[in-house]
């Protein structure tokens, strides 16, 4: 073991060396990293940094540059709490950087989807705010028995809200929010799957209370089949995803897993056991059907009101996805009519002088209703089989 220069100093936030410095201040032009050399430059602050990782560099850096720190005190004189590294400390560097690659998967801005938006669905939204707002909200109440849910699934057709309610635990929830498909726990390199889940559930430890979501989780984690119908890597992922889950119920960190599928059916009966609540997310009810209507197409004052009535009951089987495009096709029959007066012009009319766009008439939604049908519908009896074998459910 060789002795480093006094000159060597440790950067202990993000685990690289500072460069060594000349008699006369400078910065050598060759860095010194944790083992590895290749791809590093040194900034002008002297410490060692790789391209890969210098946009979570740059963001720690700038996080609050606009006040003066001193031994963690604000320059008004006030106690500064001190920052939490955007990083836990890893034993090796090939881990840290599987570490900042999951770090973009962190939604950072928000979505913009309140509980409001989302119609219906009160059961799902019930349980999302037990699992995920209340403890945080009141912790006092959440302990021993009465810990927090640490796994929701939610089932049922496509089209139905399922994203739109990851969404709104994104937006009205204050905890981080890792948005995880199967391109971001699967690489090509033999371990290295394993590996980014369990540094992803560090991540979420680290960062906690945190919220990491499994969308098309059938994708990743289906039923095991035998060694010979499947293969290895596939079984070390879906053995380390159940590992880690069931690891979160010895920590303290407040970790809460969302997933989501079309396909519950298909789910590892392992998994089925850690996703604690497994929530129906059903095709909408007559009363949502009606609100939605009223968003999507509100009658204009000075215009007959639309036969709501008749669009709700003309709608049944219709997923929340197929309502939008109904509405979408029926706000387009009349401008499709004033497209066509338009194109007859030879001359080309300027922005302010564009006539207006006519009302929705009757015939517009019977053109709407004919050309737009319910994509959804057909597996509705297996979800409701399976909602009454392993769904969960709220007794009022």
Known sequence: MTD????????????????????????????????????????????????????????????????????????????????????????????????????????????????????????????????????????????????????????????TGKTMLAKAVATECNTTFFNISASSVVSKWRGDSEKLVKVLFELARHHAPSTIFLDEIDAIISQRGEARSEHEASRRLKTELLIQMDGLMRTEELVFVLAATNLPWELDAAMLRRLEKRILVPLPEPEARRAMFGELLPSQPDEDELPYDLLVERTEGYSGSDIRLLCKETAMQPLRRLMAVLET???????????????????????????TRPSAHLH????EKFNDDYGSQILE
């Open 4 to 159: 480093e220069p006094l000159s060597t100093r440790w950067s202990f936030q993000f685990g690289r060396k500072k460069a060594p410095q000349s008699e006369n201040g400078e910065v050598p032009h060759t860095a010194v990293s944790n083992g590895s050399s290749s791809g590093m430059t040194a900034n002008g602050n002297g410490y060692v940094t790789d391209r890969p990782a210098m946009a979570i560099y740059e963001q720690y850096r700038n996080q609050d540059r606009s006040s003066t720190h001193s031994n963690g005190v604000l320059s008004n004189g006030s106690e500064e709490k001190p920052q939490k590294s955007l990083l836990p400390p890893f034993e090796s560097v090939e881990m840290r950087n599987l570490a900042e690659s999951l770090s973009r998967d962190i939604i950072r801005g928000s979505p913009d989807v309140k509980w409001e938006s989302i119609k219906g669905l009160e059961n799902a939204k019930r349980l999302l705010k037990e699992a995920v707002v209340m403890p945080i909200k009141y912790p006092k109440y959440f302990t021993g028995l009465l810990s927090p849910w640490k796994g929701i699934l939610l089932f049922g057709p496509p089209g």
């Open 345 to 371: 012009r030879q001359d080309v009319v300027p922005d302010d002088e564009l006539p207006k766009v006519g009302p929705i008439r009757y015939e517009d939604i019977e053109a709407a209703l004919k050309n």
């Open 380 to 383: 509705a009896h297996r979800y």
